[in-house]
């Protein structure tokens, strides 16, 4: 079993920045894709931005070139730096994590982003 925990949402004026962060405990693998989900109220849940056990990141267009993903493996944890906050940036976001090899997948309970106009 695999236990995400999500900090460092919170409200914040558009144009602004936050910093999300998402430890990770258990059964950690060492093969492992991380990524930032997002759902805003009566919309699907999106990607946000993933990246790999070896660094590698992908992020839709809607995010690109604002929100930047990071990990730490010595902490299991994973980072989102989002900056230019949008209002439509407004959801609850939430960590997945990603067991190469074995299969299986983790969320987090999610963390509530929300941007002011």
């Known amino acids: 079993q695999v236990r995400l925990v999500e900090s460092g949402g919170g409200l914040v004026q558009a144009g602004g920045s936050l910093r999300l962060s998402c430890a990770a405990s258990?059964?950690?693998?060492?093969?492992?894709?991380m990524a930032w989900y997002r759902q805003a109220p009566g919309r699907q849940r999106e990607l946000v931005a993933r990246?790999?056990?070896?660094?590698?990141?992908n992020y839709p267009d809607s995010v690109k070139g604002r929100f930047t993903i990071s990990r730490d493996n010595a902490r299991n944890t994973v980072y989102l730096q989002m900056n230019s906050l949008k209002p439509e940036d407004t959801a609850v976001y939430y960590c997945?994590?990603?067991?190469?090899?074995?299969?299986?997948?983790?969320w987090g309970q999610g963390t509530q982003v929300t941007v002011s106009s």
């Open positions: 990246i790999t056990s070896d660094g590698s990141t």
């Open positions: 258990g059964s950690i693998v060492r093969i492992n894709d």
């Open positions: 997945n994590l990603v067991r190469r090899g074995v299969g299986d997948d983790y």
